[in-house]
């Protein structure tokens, strides 16, 4: 990656989904296979934790996605411009056509690897079932789930469009034009966060807390929109007592009922603020050696979340085949399918998702979102 390329990268952004990218290919591969279960032979607390607190790791891309996504439809604080359909459409075809390339290639290797490992193979697969992936609805309509992560593509999408209906919302209400302009100012301003905030302490106070309502975007809003109110905090001069008051309100839903996964959005939002907050007065973020490498980690991190599934299958697989047994040998073949996973997320990166970006497929040239 050129030099030009990584001065207009933000480093702490793609530093964030690397990690947790990371996290979530070793919570995958700590939950799956006979793989995890001879390596917790040996380390049984890690491979422990690996399951249960490496998924929180979605938290964090919950955060950045929010963030990500209110700056590119308001990078300067602007109402909403552009067409919805046109967006909306924009981000479906940026999140389901390499997905739904990552769901043939689970398929195809779930065939592969039936023999050795039905318990991690669907039984069947249905055109509904297909369907219902293609349309990310699989997990609204009660249709089983054909690879890990296919609920964080369905949502990913449900929570933009939530974001983009509410700044819609905003557009729809702004002030006539017999107002005065400095109200209209102030208007422009603060009418989307504020309605962003509304839904964000409706989703902590109120839809996170029913766990029947997983299926859908206001239970994860409240960590989706910190991310957004980060950013428009970003260009706020009131920007430090913002954060205190979205903290103070936080901290009361978790007073009100305690959430690990609300507490690490929260943290990772003052983060994402901090460090914003440095990329903005051009102090470095990162040693300048490791700013290549993690800039292409974050690029690819979509990639990798598609793609290791398949990954872990194969070498799974393996595995059983071979008869291996025991903490050493799990261990090894754990390391190769992380280090597997890394390596197939750049081909798959170059050669699917980035062509897949590019294509326009009936719109028109609306102004494309910098969003993951």
Not at 5 to 23: E, G, M, N, P, T
Not at 115 to 132: C, I, R
Not at 189 to 198: D, G, H, I, K, R
């Amino acid at each position: 990656m050129s030099s030009q390329v990584l001065k207009s990268r933000l480093l702490h952004i793609d530093a964030l989904k690397a990690l947790a990218a990371q996290l979530i290919v070793l919570h995958h591969l700590a939950a799956y296979g006979p793989i995890a279960d001879a390596v917790a032979e040996w380390f049984p607390r890690l491979m422990d934790h690996l399951f249960h607190d490496g998924r929180m790791a979605v938290q964090v891309f919950l955060v950045l996605g929010g963030f990500l996504s209110a700056r590119g439809l308001s990078p300067r604080g602007q109402l909403l411009e552009g067409s919805v359909p046109e967006l909306l459409w924009r981000r479906y075809l940026r999140l389901v056509l390499p997905f739904l390339a990552a769901l043939g290639l689970t398929l195809a290797c779930s065939w592969l690897v039936r023999p050795w490992l039905p318990e991690l193979v669907p039984d069947a697969v249905s055109l509904p079932q297909l369907l219902s992936h293609g349309l990310l609805l699989h997990d609204v309509l009660g249709h089983e789930a054909l690879t890990v992560g296919a609920w964080y593509v369905a949502m990913d999408f449900q929570l933009f469009a939530l974001l983009l209906g509410l700044m819609w919302l905003a557009r729809r209400l702004q002030l006539g034009p017999r107002s005065q302009p400095a109200a209209r100012r102030i208007v422009r301003a603060l009418l989307a966060p504020s309605l962003v905030l509304l839904m964000c302490l409706a989703s902590l106070f109120v839809f996170n807390r029913d766990a029947g309502l997983d299926v859908w975007a206001l239970y994860f809003f409240g960590a989706y929109g910190l991310g957004a109110l980060v950013h428009w905090l970003g260009l706020s001069p009131y920007r430090r007592a913002g954060l205190l008051v979205l903290t103070a309100l936080v901290i009361e839903a978790l007073v009100l009922e305690f959430r690990e996964r609300i507490a690490l959005a929260l943290a990772t939002a003052l983060l994402l603020a901090w460090w914003q907050q440095r990329h903005q007065l051009g102090k470095p973020l990162l040693p300048r050696f490791s700013a290549g490498p993690v800039a292409e980690l974050g690029t690819q991190s979509y990639a990798l979340f598609l793609v290791h599934f398949p990954i872990c299958l194969l070498v799974n697989a393996v595995f059983a085949h071979q008869d291996m047994a025991g903490g050493g040998p799990g261990l090894l073949m754990l390391l190769a399918a992380w280090g597997l996973s890394n390596w197939a997320a750049l081909p798959f990166y170059r050669w699917v998702e980035l062509p897949c970006s590019r294509l326009r497929l009936g719109v028109g040239q609306a102004r494309v979102l910098k969003a993951s």
